[in-house]
Every structure is written in C-alpha cells, then in structure tokens.
C-alpha cells in the first residue's frame, strides 16, 4: 500500500492557540505545586516540549518520559501495550500529568493510567493533543484535550506512520493510495 499526505487537518497557528490554552488551564491548576509531566515517547514530544515552554513559572516542571510499543508499522492499534522504557523518576505521592499525542481505541492511555495508578501518584491527569472519539474500545479519562479530530489517520507534530513524518509542523491527514 502506498501513502501519501493529503489536506492539512491542523495548521500550526491553530496548534500553538491551543497549546497555549491548555498551558494556561495547567499553570491554573498546579500553581505553586511541584509537576512533573510524564510524556509518552515518541509521539507526545513536540507537544510536550511546546506545553512545557507556555506553562506559568509559578509551576515547578520536573519531566520524565516512558516509551511504549502498541502499533508496529499499521494504522490499527493491536491492543497490545509493550512497556520499552519506564520512568526514571519515583512518582509516588507526586502530581502527575501524563502527557500523550492521540487517544484512539484508548487502550494505550487506559494501560498507562492504571500502571502510573499503581504507583500511588497523590493525583494523576491526562493530556492529549489529539482524541478520536469514534474509535473509543475502553473508557479513559482525558482531563486535557487539545482538539477531537475524525477518525482519520493522521501524522505531523509528534505523529508518525512508520516511524516518519513526526517532524511536520503541522497535522496532516493521511490517505492511502490504491
Ligand atoms: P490507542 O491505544 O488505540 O488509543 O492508540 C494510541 C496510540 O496509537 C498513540 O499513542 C499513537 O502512537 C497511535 N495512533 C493512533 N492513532 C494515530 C494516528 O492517527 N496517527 C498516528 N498515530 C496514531
Ligand atoms: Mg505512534
């Protein structure tokens, strides 16, 4: 099957509007509280790193990252999570904010959401750029939205197909070529 990029969904005045609003709706929250933001490797690092930059310096920002491994080269989520790296930091009895690019089927942030659980966290919210709603399999809190998009494939900003196309400034659609 071959791809190509078709009509941008985002375009980068619009990402940057919405990121700096949700920075404000953050800083209100954590205000003279200690954060650290847990970004989900690779997809969330443009916008974490962007986040992180608009975020009041009135919010003391420690970050750390975890990997994880749910797609291979495919446009449908296995539903499969593998842990490829976890987070240096001890969370215990910290204010977490779990910073990922997209929820689809929602098993990833789902999984995610439990294990940080586990680690008794004193709270734990959710942030992510992007949601497609229609394709929800699990329900999981999304405390932070940055913008519900059809349920298209999308890449740019953080998102990839294969490993590429993370760099694009922008969110774009992509379309399969017959
Ligand atoms: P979920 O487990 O089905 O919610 O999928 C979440 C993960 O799948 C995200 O972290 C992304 O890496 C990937 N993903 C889902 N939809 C897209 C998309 O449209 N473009 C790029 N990656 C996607
Ligand atoms: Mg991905």
């Not at 497609?132 to 932070?144: A, H, L, T």
Request: proline content about 3%; overall charge negative; charged content about 30%.
């Amino acid at each position: 099957m071959n791809y190509r990029l078709s009509d941008i969904l985002i375009d980068e005045g619009r990402l940057h509007r919405r990121v700096k609003e949700i920075a404000e709706e953050v800083s209100r929250e954590y205000q003279g509280k200690e954060l650290i933001v847990v970004g989900v490797l690779k997809g969330a690092v443009l916008f974490l790193s962007d986040l992180i930059r608009e975020l009041d310096v009135g919010v003391c920002v420690k970050i750390d990252f975890m990997a994880v491994s749910s797609y291979g080269a495919s446009t449908k989520s296995s539903g499969v999570v593998r842990i490829v790296k976890d987070l240096d930091t001890d969370i215990k009895g910290k204010d977490v904010l779990l910073v990922e690019d997209i929820v689809d089927s929602g098993l990833t942030l789902a999984y995610l959401v439990k294990l940080l659980r586990e680690r008794d966290p004193k709270s734990l919210k959710t942030c992510v750029l992007l949601d497609k709603p229609d394709r929800r399999q699990v329900q999981v809190p999304v405390d932070y939205r940055g913008f519900s998009i059809p349920d298209e494939f999308v890449v740019g900003y953080g998102l990839d197909y294969a490993g590429l196309w993370r760099n694009l400034p922008a969110i774009f659609v992509l379309r399969t070529e017959a």
